[in-house]
């Protein structure tokens, strides 16, 4: 079974810096692009990041290029989000999402909210 | 880059069929994959038909995907429509370079 875990969400200061892991199973890893996915609170889904299977190609919505940084561990399953310069508008629900073919699996969720 | 148009609201009695659309504003629908999500309030969303119009394992037969190329929409129809199914659905396909696009979100209230 496909599992996506989600965690580093939290409170933080505008300006401020976190970093999201995701915590992939139940699939081969490398062989799918991954992708970040966040949801602002009552709005629609927002597409924020993808980076390819081997992690050598990445791509950022215009919003956050420049601040924030995708990575993967091929070797430990993980998938990563660097967010730096956070702003009061990059709070919503991350998600991780699987890409690639066959059917798109989805995490939990995690909190990020950026309040002084 | 393109848009994914969705109405904001449909809805429809229980055991009647519901459809929803998602219009692609530029580019064949057809170019690329058209996904389906399910989002109940306060949870993650969750894929009913990926790849246009494939189920994943565990979702009824009531939910199905097609694509139209004379309207360069998506469709995603709900028959037999439960109280359960009441949710936002979400269309998302992919841009030239492989990134998300997301449609804005369809609020189906059965009533």
């Known amino acids: 079974e496909v599992q996506l875990v989600e965690s580093g969400g939290g409170l933080v200061q505008p300006g401020g810096s976190l970093r999201l892991s995701c915590a992939a199973s139940g699939f081969t890893f490398s062989s799918y692009a991954m992708s970040w996915v966040r949801q602002a609170p009552g709005k629609g889904l927002e597409w924020v990041s993808t980076i390819s299977g081997g992690g050598g190609s990445t791509y950022y919505a215009d919003s956050v290029k420049g601040r924030f940084a995708i990575s993967r561990d091929n070797s430990k399953n993980t998938l990563s989000l660097h967010m730096n310069s956070l702003r009061a508008d990059d709070t919503a629900v991350y998600y991780c999402?699987?890409?690639?073919?066959?059917?798109?699996?989805w995490g939990q969720g995690t909190l990020v909210t950026v309040s002084s | 880059n393109f848009m994914l148009t969705q109405p904001h609201s449909v809805s429809e009695s229980p055991g009647k069929t519901v459809t929803i659309s998602c219009t692609r504003s530029?580019?064949?629908?057809?170019?690329?994959?058209v996904q389906w999500y399910q989002q109940r309030p306060g949870s993650a969303p969750t894929t009913v038909i990926y790849e246009d119009n494939q189920r994943p394992s565990g979702v009824p037969d009531r939910f199905s995907g097609s694509i139209d190329s004379s309207s360069n929409s998506a469709s995603l129809t709900i028959s037999g429509l439960k109280t359960e199914d009441e949710a936002d659905y979400y269309c998302q396909s992919y841009d030239s370079s492989n990134q998300r696009v997301f449609g804005g979100g369809t609020k189906l209230t059965v009533l």
């Open positions: 530029s580019g064949s629908i057809a170019s690329n994959y």
């Open positions: 999402a699987r890409d690639g073919s066959g059917s798109p699996n």
